[in-house]
């Protein structure tokens, strides 16, 4: 987990508000395996699971979970892309 004062680059948003398990986690699989190396994604999603799935998923799949918080009921995740062809 980076600090909550470093500023990220966002190369990609995803809006994943209203949708339920598993499709924030698909979205962000698919949107991942598209980007560069490196390439940080920010994940906004509803669902109340929705940051415990993605911290799984990405430890699953090689990438960096690399900070979440929820503001006003929308998870903001950021999810730096691993190496892996995942």
């Not at 508000?17 to 598993?22: A, E, I, N, R, T």
């Not at 699971?49 to 009921?73: I, K, P, W, Y």
Request: hydrophobic share 40%.
């Amino acid at each position: 987990m980076m600090d909550p004062d470093t500023p990220l680059n966002i190369d990609l948003e995803l809006d994943c508000s209203g949708l339920k398990c598993p499709l924030p986690v698909l979205k962000a699989a698919k949107a991942l395996r598209t980007a560069p190396v490196g390439a940080v994604v920010r994940v906004l999603a509803t669902d109340p699971l929705a940051e415990l799935d993605l911290r799984h998923f990405c430890s699953e799949a090689g990438h960096d979970f690399l900070s979440a918080q929820t503001v006003d009921g929308t998870l903001h995740a950021h999810i730096r892309r691993g190496d892996r062809d995942s």
